[in-house]
C-alpha cells in the first residue's frame, strides 16, 4: 500500500533526523558551549559513562544552533518542526527556531532502539517550565512511552522501579538498579503498564 509506504519512509527520515540531533547535542555537552551543563550534571552525581550511556547532551543558549546544523545534513525545516525540535514563531511562521535552548537534553530511547524524541531540562532557574516533555508526532506516542525501557528490558530483576523524571531513573541505572523507567510527568496508561507488562 502506497500510503503505508510513504508514511515509513516519513518516519525513517524522523528517526534519522533524532539520531542526528542527539549526535549534535552530545557534541555541544562535550564543546566549551556545555560547560555549565557539565557541571550540572556532576553536581547532580553522574558520571560521564553514564551520561555517554543515556545519550545526553545540551542545546546550546541560542535560537538557531540546531536548525542549521540539521539543514546542513539536508533535513528539511517541515522534518524539524514534524520531530518537534523546531518551532515557527507566531508573529511570522517563517521564521523556524529551535524549540530546546540551553537545555540539558534525554534522547527517549524506543524498545528496538531508535531515538523518538527528547524531552529537555532547563539549566535557567528562571525558565518558565523545568521540563519541556516531548509532545505527539509521527514516531512518539507518549501514551506508549516509558523513558528507560530500552535499558530496563534487559534487567535481571523480577521487579520495575516507575520514577517520574529521567534524571532519577538515571541515578537509578548509574547506582545499580538497572530497572528504573520514568514516566515523564504523565499519569501512567494502560498502555505503558503493558509495556511493563510484556518486558
Known amino acids: 500500500d ?23 547535542y552530545h557534541e555541544m555537552l562535550k564543546s566549551e558551549a556545555g560547560k555549565d551543563a557539565r557541571a550540572y550534571l556532576v553536581k547532580r552525581g553522574l558520571d560521564w559513562a553514564t551520561v555517554v550511556k543515556f545519550g545526553i547532551g545540551y542545546a546550546p ?25 523546531a518551532t515557527t514563531a507566531k508573529t511570522n511562521a517563517k521564521n523556524v527556531y529551535d524549540r530546546f535552548r540551553n ?28 521540563y519541556i516533555n516531548p509532545t505527539e508526532t509521527p514516531i512518539f506516542s507518549k501514551r506508549k512511552f516509558l523513558y528507560a525501557m530500552n535499558l ?16 532519577d531513573a538515571i541515578a537509578c541505572h548509574q547506582y545499580g538498579f538497572d530497572c528504573a523507567v520514568a514516566s515523564q510527568g504523565t499519569a501512567l496508561t494502560a498502555e505503558q503498564v503493558d509495556v511493563i507488562r510484556h518486558s
Open 152 to 167: 530496563t528490558k534487559k534487567s535481571k530483576r523480577p521487579y520495575i522501579i516507575l520514577c517520574e523524571g529521567p534524571m
Open 2 to 24: 502506497e500510503r503505508y509506504e510513504s508514511q515509513y519512509k516519513e518516519q525513517e527520515r524522523l528517526w534519522k533526523l533524532c539520531r542526528d540531533a542527539a549526535r549534535f
Open 61 to 85: 543558549d541560542s535560537f538557531r544552533a540546531l536548525v542549521p546544523a540539521m539543514e546542513q545534513k539536508g533535513y528539511s525545516l517541515e522534518e524539524l518542526i514534524a520531530a518537534n525540535l
Open 103 to 130: 537545555r540539558i537534553m534525554f534522547p527517549q530511547i524506543d524498545l528496538k532502539g531508535d531515538i523518538i524524541g527528547f524531552a529537555g531540562r532547563a539549566l535557567d532557574k528562571d525558565a518558565k517550565a523545568k
